[in-house]
């Protein structure tokens, strides 16, 4: 079983960026595609990025596409989210979960972290 924790969270101001990690422990991430997900009050869990295991493909939601940027060091164990442009309505709770599959559906992801906290202010 993988454990995996997400850290880089914060509050920042529309047009600001962030980096987001999700580094792993228990099993060698490159074993696995990664997703990022987020969350809102009162929403759905929200698709936003994965990447394969090799790092080598990567697929990113519409809403978010040209302004955020998925990547992954598997020598480090770690993936990123690359978030610039940020807008309001990009704020959530983010989260990194493992997949065996190449999908955007949250069922199909198996471990997922904890969770860290943006928030983009107007």
């Known amino acids: 079983q993988v454990q995996l924790v997400e850290s880089g969270g914060g509050l920042v101001q529309a047009g600001g960026s962030l980096r987001l990690s999700c580094a792993a422990s228990?099993?060698?991430?490159?074993?696995?595609?990664i997703g990022w997900f987020r969350q809102a009050p009162g929403k759905e869990r929200e698709f936003v990025a994965v990447?394969?295991?090799?790092?080598?493909?990567?697929r990113h939601a519409d809403s978010v596409k040209g302004r955020f940027t998925i990547s992954r060091d598997n020598g480090k164990n770690t993936v990123f989210l690359q978030m610039n442009s940020l807008k309001p309505e990009d704020t959530a709770v983010y989260y990194c979960a493992t997949t065996p599959r190449w999908s955007d559906a949250p069922h199909e992801y198996d471990s997922w972290g904890q969770g860290t906290q943006v928030t983009v202010s107007s």
């Open positions: 228990g099993r060698f991430l490159s074993l696995y595609n």
């Open positions: 990447i394969s295991r090799s790092g080598s493909a990567t």
